[in-house]
């Protein structure tokens, strides 16, 4: 594990999810993008739904892992709890937001469609913070960064799938 007192590499990287967590404004939004994009891709490839699924669940995997091992390291590089540009955490929820979905293969509107509708299901439960997300928020460390975020992603994943399967 990298020290406090070190900046890059590939702890850094993936803490703030390749950079995007410098972005701004809103670097929470521009982390949740990447499972996104990959499944919309993906599903407009025409890719076996369980392919899909295990693209995000390794990509949550990838960066939910990378922010319990990181998470503190950032925060005492920073001095503050949860930073904004840790967005590792927004990475793993909403991937998990975009699991187990009926895609629609062969309709690019309605692949958009979903995508959004996980990708906005996601945003506002991950500022809301509904119970009891914002009370394990104050776990240490990686934990507590990230442990808000997978149970916004839970409830946006239920969200996502009430959603699409009532659309369709």
């Given at each position: 594990?990298?020290?406090?007192?070190?900046h890059g590499g590939i702890g850094d990287w993936i803490v703030t999810g390749g950079g995007l967590?410098?972005?701004?404004?809103?670097?929470?939004?521009?982390?949740?993008?990447?499972?996104?994009?990959?499944?919309?891709?993906?599903?407009?490839?025409?890719?076996?739904?369980?392919?899909?699924?295990?693209?995000?669940?390794?990509?949550?995997?990838?960066?939910?892992?990378?922010?319990?091992?990181?998470?503190?390291?950032?925060?005492?590089?920073?001095?503050?709890?949860?930073?904004?540009?840790?967005?590792?955490?927004?990475?793993?929820?909403?991937?998990?937001?975009?699991?187990?979905?009926?895609?629609?293969?062969?309709?690019?509107?309605?692949?958009?469609?979903?995508?959004?509708?996980?990708?906005?299901?996601?945003?506002?439960?991950?500022?809301?913070?509904?119970?009891?997300?914002?009370?394990?928020?104050?776990?240490?460390?990686?934990?507590?960064?990230?442990?808000?975020?997978?149970?916004?992603?839970?409830?946006?994943?239920?969200?996502?799938?009430?959603?699409?399967?009532?659309?369709?």
């Amino acid at each position: 594990m990298s020290s406090a007192k070190e900046h890059g590499g590939i702890g850094d990287w993936i803490v703030t999810g390749g950079g995007l967590g410098r972005m701004r404004p809103a670097p929470g939004t521009w982390g949740s993008l990447p499972p996104v994009a990959l499944a919309c891709i993906l599903a407009m490839a025409d890719t076996d739904p369980r392919t899909i699924d295990m693209a995000l669940a390794a990509l949550g995997l990838v960066f939910g892992v990378g922010c319990l091992v990181w998470g503190k390291v950032a925060e005492s590089r920073y001095g503050k709890k949860d930073p904004g540009f840790v967005v590792a955490d927004e990475i793993a929820g909403q991937a998990l937001a975009l699991m187990w979905l009926p895609w629609t293969l062969g309709n690019n509107a309605r692949i958009i469609a979903t995508c959004a509708i996980a990708f906005f299901a996601f945003r506002i439960f991950d500022i809301i913070k509904p119970p009891p997300a914002r009370g394990w928020q104050r776990l240490e460390g990686g934990l507590g960064i990230l442990i808000d975020d997978l149970v916004a992603g839970f409830y946006a994943l239920v969200a996502t799938q009430i959603l699409v399967r009532v659309l369709w």
